[in-house]
């Protein structure tokens, strides 16, 4: 598509979709979108391996013209793809997202206290450093006290093989550090899925591709130290 496509719950039913921010170039593909107090805040990548975002108050958010600029976040150049966007409760609007070939490869992440001014990305896991092939499909989740919570897969070259793990790590120092990568599944595993709990638990589901297409969870009840 030539970009994102909005629409809104009004009177009991949808409204018709309409074009409201039109992507800069290859379009808009894998977009995500989360509401942090009145406004909206969305991010996608393009077929061009571009991370982008963008941010509207939601009563606008309908309307063309309201979005901001689209932003590159993904920085030097490599091709990216993958992202995803979560909010705070502080107010902070957090993103990862994954280069998954070649030299720079890895999972990488970025914040923003309000939407404007966004860190310089960095690298939850260097891919390349560690001797993969390739990675992909980051997962992200922030807990009431600030801790990151990031889940990924282990990938072959596109196109070329199947998955080969399950992988988290967590940041206690908001994307500063991180810890070194939990093997939480190994195999042909893919697409997972991490979210918190107010109390600390951090939860992991991931799908086994094979023929069953078998769910599996893991669990950690004191913030990701142990599962």
């Known amino acids: 598509g030539a970009g994102l496509m909005a629409a809104r719950w009004e009177g009991g039913a949808w409204t018709q979709p309409a074009l ?52 590159l976040l993904s920085g030097d150049g490599s091709y990216a793809i993958a992202p995803d966007l979560v909010a705070d409760a502080a107010g902070g609007i957090h993103a990862v997202f994954a280069v998954p070939v070649n030299e720079g490869r890895g999972i990488y992440y970025t914040r923003s206290a309000d939407g404007g ?20 499909q980051p997962q992200l989740a922030v807990d009431e006290y600030g801790f990151l919570h990031v889940a990924w897969v282990r990938n072959a070259l596109p196109d070329s093989g199947s998955p080969e793990g399950i992988y988290y790590a967590r940041s206690l ?7 070194e990568p939990l093997d939480a599944a190994i195999g042909s595993c893919g697409w997972p899925q991490v979210m918190v709990r107010p109390e600390g638990g951090v939860h992991l589901v991931w799908q086994e591709l094979s023929d069953q297409d078998t769910w599996w969870h893991r669990t950690s009840s004191d913030a990701g130290e142990i599962w």
């Not at 009563?59 to 932003?71: C, E, N, T, V």
């Not at 001014?117 to 992909?136: E, H, L, M, V």
């Open 20 to 71: 409201v921010l039109e992507s800069p170039e290859g379009g808009a593909v894998e977009q995500n979108l989360v509401a942090q107090g009145g406004r909206l805040h969305a991010i996608w990548s393009t077929q061009d391996g571009m991370i982008l975002y963008s941010t509207a108050f939601a009563q606008d958010a309908y309307a063309a013209g309201s979005w901001s600029d689209p932003r």
């Open 117 to 136: 001014t966004w860190t310089p990305p960095r690298q939850p896991f260097d891919a390349a450093g560690a001797g993969w092939i390739a990675a992909g």
């Open 173 to 179: 120092d908001g994307g500063e550090t991180w810890s």
